[in-house]
């Protein structure tokens, strides 16, 4: 799905990852579920692009609706995986704290778990090789991205800023609908290790210059960074 020049989104407002098309080639932040490997295809093609256009994938952390596809994309062919230095482990292996679950919907959770199910999202592969990236690394990739750490969903948590797609993408360090609970707007993620330091984290993104604020749950948010701490303290 298209949202501007340069920037495409794969998956829905349940499960996203993105794509950042330049001339140069082709950077994907996050990898979704498995079955998302499906959608990247369609998008690659609707674009006249292969798997081969990919210069990289970065991860906004390391949770298992993140790194789907990210494997594969590895394994088969060749893509670097960039992800923080804290969270290299549990990209690799899966461990992380268990968390309360907080509030929740019968109808919103079902629908998310039936939707991951659909995108073999119990079939995940963990990533065995990473390149660990830092705060404010600026990568050798397709449109430059800039990587702000976020930690508190996760200790290696970021928001990666890609200023030629006008976007910050910041995975789970919010969300615009809660997986949970169905409810929609600017708010704290659920499943997150340490809810008061995410929330502090948000005010590292406020002086970036972007127009999107995309989360890996949750419909494109069309709002100036500087404005989302506030939005979700509100909330």
């Known amino acids: ?24 080639g082709i950077t994907l932040i996050d990898a979704g579920l498995p079955g998302h490997w499906r959608d990247l295809q369609h998008e690659l093609r ?3 692009k292969s798997v081969e256009d990919i210069r990289g994938l970065v991860l906004t952390h390391g949770d298992s609706d993140h790194i789907g596809f990210a494997e594969r994309l590895r394994r088969d062919h060749g893509v670097p995986v960039f992800v923080h230095a804290a969270d290299a482990v549990r990209t690799r292996t899966g ?16 629908g998310f778990f039936g939707y991951s199910l659909g995108k073999n999202g119990l079939r995940t592969q963990y990533v065995k090789e990473v ?13 430059s991205p800039v990587i702000i750490g976020m930690p508190g969903h996760s200790p290696g948590s970021v928001a990666v800023h890609v200023p030629v797609a006008d976007a910050v993408f910041v995975g789970d360090a919010l969300t615009t609908r809660h997986v949970l609970t169905g409810r929609e ?11 008061a330091q995410a929330l502090a984290s948000l005010d590292r993104i406020a002086g970036l210059k972007a127009s999107w604020v995309l989360p890996g749950h949750g419909a494109p948010w069309r709002v100036s960074p500087a ?3 506030e939005a979700i303290r509100k909330a």
């Open 1 to 24: 799905m298209k949202l501007a020049p340069n920037l495409h989104r794969l998956g829905n407002d349940l499960v996203a990852c993105y794509l950042v098309d330049t001339p140069d």
């Open 46 to 48: 609707s674009l006249g």
């Open 95 to 110: 461990e992380k704290p268990k968390v309360p679950l907080g509030p929740m919907r019968i109808g919103p959770l079902l």
């Open 131 to 143: 390149t660990e990236i830092g705060d404010g690394d600026v990568l050798d990739l397709p449109g």
């Open 185 to 195: 707007g600017p708010q704290p993620a659920p499943f997150t290790d340490d809810p």
């Open 227 to 229: 404005e989302v701490a």
